[in-house]
């Protein structure tokens, strides 16, 4: 089972960035590399068993399945239902930490799946950990702008 994680910093506060990341069915709005994005079957947005489904710009489809969303924690989990990369069993979770006293949010974001190859598992969290290190820097600058 590999894990990759990733921690970052947004400038924003935490309510700000939970108001934009529990609303699952929306992340087109932020992440350049989604085209868009919708909640299927009109299940309401960011409950647990809500899915989604994104086209992706090459025109690939993922769908992803809410886990969990805590409120009060501000985290979130999913998991991939349908996906082009090579994994199995991906869940990802995410989850906020507010800064005391400044405008500033550490987003920890956590990935856990199987590779689908051996050889390719060095490979394969490496493109995972470049697929989050770019949601975030596409989350920072939608924040930042907004």
Not at 98 to 123: G, N, Y
Request: one cysteine or more; a negative charge; glycine letters at 4%.
């Amino acid at each position: 089972m590999s894990e990759v994680n990733f921690n970052a910093v947004v400038n924003a506060r935490a309510d700000r960035v939970w108001q934009t990341l529990s609303q699952f069915g929306r992340i087109s709005d932020w992440h350049p590399a989604i085209c868009s994005s919708e909640i299927e079957d009109n299940q309401p947005d960011g409950r647990p068993g809500c899915r989604r489904r994104l086209v992706l710009e090459n025109g690939d489809v993922l769908r992803e399945e809410v886990l969990m969303l805590d409120a009060g924690k501000r985290a979130f989990s999913y998991r991939f239902i349908e996906a082009p990369l090579a994994v199995d069993d991906y869940v990802a979770t995410v989850s906020l930490i507010p800064l005391s006293d400044r405008d500033e949010t550490v987003i920890v974001w956590q990935a856990v799946f199987e590779s689908r190859s051996r050889s390719d598992v060095q490979a394969m969290e490496a493109s995972v950990l470049a697929l989050i290190k770019s949601g975030h820097l596409s989350l920072a600058a939608y924040l930042e702008n907004q």
